[in-house]
């Protein structure tokens, strides 16, 4: 099978001919750069920068050499700014903590903090107040907080609206320009859209944004799911209504070139369980999952995606009924997130994208040994008649490593002989 053809099986519920794979897809199942370059160490013996191309959790380029290593079928298609908001243009040399040499774009501009870490900027604009630290020997960005005193009595919902507008006509022809180059490939892509992602907490600081007005803060935005529940709902409502006209344009200018979207990254779980009730989510949220779901289907051949990170088994249920064919990381990690219950209740219904093997525990901490049973594992028991996509449970974390990392590969790799064989 050529990739676009292993991703298209999968996701129709298909056995493949092998296990599909991602790294790089999107900005939740890459790996980190420091990951990547003991990774090209290791496999190519190579020493040169990489660069960095989504600086906020720091992920490294999945070049088509690495690509072809891991045997990866599924492309990006992405927007063309990070969520710093400048582009990954004029790269420029940059030492991390750990002394690991990457290229950063020629925006990437950062300060130091009091206490030795480093503070990056909005557009690159270090006269602008710093809208992401990184603390010192750390390995990815946190956002600031630039939440000012709140006035309820001049809350204003555009105020919550200035980054959803009309996408300009350079953004959709790039979007439209990579999903091409993907189609005309052979490989798989998935396409990561923009403002549909109600309620993204690592959205809703606008780190691209200098002045971001409204609700910013992380604890404010989430107790005012509950306490401006109206407030929250008028929000999504108008974003709902951009969505919607950006997706027309997006449809009739990407098409069938790519095979799946990214909808939302709106973690709903923690590692116990979910911390929003069913009936919560039901009332804010999946009225408009089921807008953006039920207009892609519709208009497209695209299968939709949510990534939420944490114990969201009570909450499968919903997302299948709001219409979400891909559940992503699943994080098998967390509390009743067994991958064989998951596979048999919810194997149907719903593609599994991710849950290859645990970043928390078993990839840093365990014995390549350890890593090459999981891998195997996970891929018995969610490949088995389609409907997995092989990715580890979120980004590869700096602190891989090497070793598991390739015993991760061979696990996979493996696998495959082992179809093979079995066809």
């Not at 990056?120 to 603390?135: F, K, L, N």
């Not at 189609?183 to 959205?203: C, H, K, N, Q, Y």
Request: charged share 25%.
């Amino acid at each position: 099978m050529t990739p676009v053809k292993r991703l298209k099986t999968t996701l129709n519920h298909q056995q493949p001919d092998r296990v599909c794979i991602d790294f790089g897809a999107t900005m939740c199942t890459g790996i980190s750069v420091v990951a990547v370059a003991k990774l090209r160490k290791a496999l190519f013996d190579d020493d040169s920068p990489v660069k960095v191309v989504e600086p906020y959790q720091m992920l490294g380029e999945i070049d088509e050499g690495l690509r072809r290593a891991i045997g990866a079928d599924v492309l990006p298609v992405l927007p063309p700014k990070t969520l710093f908001g400048f582009e990954n243009t004029d790269w420029k040399p940059f030492r991390l903590f750990d002394g690991t040499e990457v290229l950063v774009p020629g925006k990437f501009n950062v300060t130091p903090d009091e206490k030795g870490g480093w503070l990056i900027y909005p557009e690159g604009d270090t006269a602008a107040a710093p809208s992401g630290r990184m603390p010192q020997y750390g390995f990815y960005f946190d956002a600031t907080d630039r939440q000012g005193p709140i006035d309820e009595d001049s809350l204003n919902v555009e105020d919550n609206l200035e980054e959803f507008a009309p996408l300009d006509a350079a953004t959709v022809d790039r979007l439209a320009a990579e999903a091409r180059k993907a189609a005309e490939r052979g490989m798989g892509a998935v396409l990561s859209v923009p403002g549909t992602g109600f309620g993204d907490i690592a959205l809703v600081p606008a780190m691209w944004l200098k002045q971001p007005r409204g609700i910013r803060g992380v604890q404010e935005w989430y107790m005012s799911t509950l306490a401006r529940r109206d407030y929250v709902y008028a929000v999504f409502e108008k974003q709902c209504e951009v969505a919607l006209a950006n997706l027309a344009v997006l449809a009739k200018a990407v098409g069938d070139n790519v095979q799946a979207a990214f909808i939302t990254g709106t973690d709903f779980g923690t590692q116990q369980g979910c911390f929003i009730a069913p009936q919560a989510y039901r009332d804010l949220y999946q009225p408009f999952h089921k807008q953006v779901n039920g207009f892609i289907h519709k208009h497209t051949n695209w299968k939709t995606l949510i990534h939420s990170c944490g114990s969201v088994i009570e909450l499968i249920p919903d997302f299948i009924e709001a219409g979400f064919d891909i559940l992503n990381p699943v994080q098998c990690s967390a509390a009743g997130m067994d991958p064989a219950k998951l596979k048999r209740e919810f194997g149907n219904d719903i593609v599994f994208w991710g849950g290859g093997v645990d970043t928390q525990k078993t990839m840093p901490f365990g014995t390549p040994e350890e890593v090459y049973k999981e891998v195997k594992e996970r891929i018995e028991i969610f490949n088995d008649g389609g409907g997995f996509v092989f990715n580890a449970i979120h980004n590869l974390q700096a602190n891989s490593p090497v070793e598991n990392m390739l015993a991760m590969l061979q696990a996979v790799k493996d696998s495959q002989e082992k179809s093979d064989v079995e066809s």
